[in-house]
Every structure is written in C-alpha cells, then in structure tokens.
C-alpha cells in the first residue's frame, strides 16, 4: 500500500517572508532616505521617525531647498557681473584727461584783455563806497523786527490729529492685490473676495511648494506663480502661509520665508508686501498636534513679525484676536474642524483684513 504524502502548508513561512522583506525594504529605504536628507536643514534636529511622515506630508521641500540654492546662486553671479561692470567703465575714462590739456593755452589768450578794465572796477568800488554804508545799516533794523512775526506757525499742529482717524478703505483698495495662501486662503477666495482681489491658494500650499503649485483661481487658467507675477501688476500682495509648515524647524522656515519673500519681490519690486499671521486652530487640534498649540504658531509669528520690521516696504498684520479665546484658541463656534473658519467667520475675517489694511 502507498504511503500518503503529508500535505505541507506553505502559507504561514510565505506570510513571514513577506513580512521579513517587507521590513527589510522599509528599513534600507528609511536608512536611504535619512542619507539623503541629510544636511537639508528643514530636517536638522528632526527625530527619524518623523522624516517619513514629512515626506508622506509634503515632498516639495527637497525641490525647495534646491531650487532655493539655485536661486540664490544666480542673485549672487548676478551681483558679482554688476560689481565688475563699474570697474570696466573706470578704467576707460583716464584717456580723454589728455585732450583738454591744449585748452588752457587758448583760455589764456582772453586774460590779457580785460586787464584795461579795473580802472572803471576801482571807479564802481569808489562810487558805490557811500551807498553801502547807508544800505548796512538800513538793513540790519528790518529785519529784527520781520523775523519774529512768521516764526510762530502752529498750523502743522492739528493735521496729526486728524491722520490717526481714517475711514475703512473700501472694497476697490483690494482692486489691484494678489493673496497668496493656503486651503484658509482659498476659502476666502470663495467666501470673501475683496474687490477685484486675485488669489493664488490652494489645499497643502506652503512655503515650500508655492513655486510648484497651480492656481486654483479662474483668473489665472492653471498657471504658476511665477507666470502669474509676470503677467500682472500688483499695488500689494499678502502672503498667508505657514501654518501647513508650523512643524518645520524654525530657522529653516525663515529662510524659506525669505526666499519666498525675495523671489516675489523681484518679480513685482514696486509692491507693497504683506505678510499675514497664522491663524490659530482650535484647542483640541493644539492639544492633537503640538505644533498647531498657541506657543508654536506664535513664535512663528513673532518670527514674521521680525522679518516684517527688518525689511523696507514689508508690513504684518494679525486677525486671529476676533475669532479666538483669551488663551488664543479659536472659538468653537467660529470653526467646524478647528482649523478652516466657516463661510460666514470666513467672510468676516476679509472685512478684518479690509479694516486693518494697509495705507502707507
């Protein structure tokens, strides 16, 4: 009689080779990851557990860094050609010197004719000897007696009291803006347009990728930023982003910010730019995620707030004292997921930035 073959189950090893590979594939591509990111400083001082999370969140740091380094790589080649082209134009100027050398020969032709004339000078001088002296003294009794009445001018007084009291700008002031955000921002963009204000925003937009991002605005038919700087012209533009990037390290983040702030600059240098403070979320998404608490967004802000007052023609504004609580919360009823206002806060929020725009 035949011996029956024992079946084998292969379905319990194969199921732990899968799980060994699989871990094994996880753990070279975190190690590989780590290795690559490495030196990037919006990772610096980043546990490794969290550098996947970032990734999964956002990758457009690592082109940002990138794109930051070569950027400012070609402001400074720029700047070292216009160093240099002064000292070209210098060196060229030395040899007309020596053409107008034979001129004082011909000037000196001229001198020798009025030398017949200071007889009739020294008759002027003589004759009008007398008239001065009546002149010096006539002079020096009026005037005593002229200075004193104009000095006394209290006019220029009132005009500062009447400047600290001025009315609400109306919508058209935002006619010729462009705000550039986040999903915050594009809720404005559909709750609370000002004007004919343009906005550039949309879902995850941040500091990092705005360069790579599409508008989500009609106006601009899917185009970049870049694209949409150089086709328009702007009296000012805000800047409301941060708060998808509160995480970040907070050097790295300035940096950001300052290129950001650099490159819109350059595109549209006779803008006044604004840089609008995070909003706050609520106390339980703070208490969920410590970098959306009131301490870190805050230090964020106070970080913009800096930049803003180290930098001509770039002005701050904050509009979170409305909507939040005396810890600076938002107010339950003013948002239903703790970070995006309702339609209706949302609304008031752009009469905030209406009321506190800015008119220097």
Same mark, same amino acid.
């Given at each position: 009689?035949?011996?029956?073959?024992?079946?084998?189950?292969?379905?319990?090893?194969?199921?732990?080779?899968?799980?060994?590979?699989?871990?094994?594939?996880?753990?070279?591509?975190?190690?590989?990851?780590?290795?690559?990111?490495?030196?990037?400083?919006?990772?610096?001082?980043?546990?490794?557990?969290?550098?996947?999370?970032?990734?999964?969140?956002?990758?457009?740091?690592?082109?940002?860094?990138?794109?930051?380094?070569?950027?400012?790589?070609?402001?400074?080649?720029?700047?070292?050609?216009?160093?240099?082209?002064?000292?070209?134009?210098?060196?060229?100027?030395? /040899? $007309?010197?020596?053409?107008? *050398? =034979? %001129?004082?020969?011909?000037?000196?032709?001229? #001198?020798? +004719? &009025? !030398?017949?004339? @200071?007889?009739?000078?020294?008759?002027?001088?003589?004759?009008?000897?007398?008239?001065?002296?009546?002149?010096?003294?006539?002079?020096?009794?009026?005037?005593?007696?002229? /200075? $004193?009445?104009?000095?006394? *001018? =209290? %006019?220029?007084?009132?005009?500062?009291?009447? #400047?600290? +009291? &001025? !009315?609400?700008? @109306?919508?058209?002031?935002?006619?010729?803006?462009?705000?550039?955000?986040?999903?915050?921002?594009?809720?404005?963009?559909?709750?609370?347009?000002?004007?004919?204000?343009?906005?550039?925003?949309?879902?995850?937009?941040?500091?990092?990728?705005?360069?790579?991002?599409?508008?989500?605005?009609?106006?601009?038919?899917?185009?970049?930023?870049?694209?949409?700087?150089?086709?328009?012209?702007?009296?000012?533009?805000?800047?409301?982003?941060?708060?998808?990037?509160?995480?970040?390290?907070?050097?790295?983040?300035?940096?950001?910010?300052?290129?950001?702030?650099?490159?819109?600059?350059?595109?549209?240098?006779?803008?006044?730019?604004?840089?609008?403070?995070?909003?706050?979320?609520?106390?339980?998404?703070?208490?969920?995620?410590?970098?959306?608490?009131?301490?870190?967004?805050?230090?964020?802000?106070?970080?913009?707030?800096?930049?803003?007052?180290?930098?001509?023609?770039?002005?701050?504004?904050?509009?979170?004292?409305?909507?939040?609580?005396?810890?600076?919360?938002?107010?339950?009823?003013?948002?239903?997921?703790?970070?995006?206002?309702?339609?209706?806060?949302?609304?008031?929020?752009?009469?905030?930035?209406?009321?506190?725009?800015?008119?220097?």
């Amino acid at each position: 009689m035949r011996k029956k073959k024992k079946r084998r189950y292969y379905a319990l090893p194969c199921m732990v080779a899968i799980a060994v590979v699989a871990v094994l594939a996880a753990g070279s591509g975190f190690v590989l990851r780590r290795t690559l990111l490495k030196g990037l400083p919006q990772y610096d001082g980043q546990p490794d557990i969290a550098i996947p999370m970032m990734l999964l969140q956002d990758s457009g740091p690592l082109r940002e860094a990138r794109a930051r380094a070569e950027w400012e790589a070609a402001e400074r080649e720029a700047a070292q050609q216009a160093d240099a082209a002064p000292a070209a134009e210098l060196t060229v100027e030395p /040899a $007309p010197a020596e053409a107008p *050398t =034979p %001129e004082p020969a011909a000037e000196a032709a001229p #001198v020798e +004719a &009025p !030398t017949p004339e @200071p007889a009739a000078i020294a008759v002027f001088s003589e004759a009008s000897t007398a008239e001065p002296a009546s002149a010096m003294t006539a002079a020096p009794t009026e005037l005593p007696t002229e /200075a $004193p009445t104009p000095q006394p *001018t =209290p %006019e220029p007084t009132p005009e500062p009291t009447e #400047v600290p +009291a &001025p !009315t609400e700008v @109306p919508e058209s002031f935002f006619d010729h803006t462009l705000f550039i955000g986040d999903s915050k921002t594009d809720g404005m963009r559909m709750w609370g347009r000002l004007g004919q204000a343009q906005y550039f925003c949309g879902t995850n937009y941040s500091v990092y990728n705005i360069f790579d991002k599409k508008a989500s605005d009609a106006d601009f038919k899917n185009a970049s930023l870049d694209k949409v700087l150089a086709s328009h012209k702007y009296d000012q533009i805000y800047i409301l982003l941060g708060y998808n990037e509160a995480g970040y390290p907070f050097e790295s983040l300035m940096d950001q910010f300052r290129y950001v702030i650099a490159r819109v600059h350059k595109a549209q240098p006779k803008a006044r730019m604004i840089l609008h403070g995070i909003m706050h979320a609520s106390a339980g998404v703070g208490a969920k995620y410590s970098y959306y608490s009131v301490e870190n967004l805050e230090t964020v802000n106070e970080g913009l707030r800096q930049l803003a007052e180290d930098a001509d023609g770039l002005f701050y504004v904050d509009c979170n004292a409305p909507f939040c609580d005396e810890d600076g919360y938002l107010l339950p009823d003013v948002s239903a997921d703790g970070e995006h206002l309702t339609p209706e806060y949302t609304a008031q929020w752009a009469q905030e930035i209406r009321r506190q725009a800015v008119t220097d």
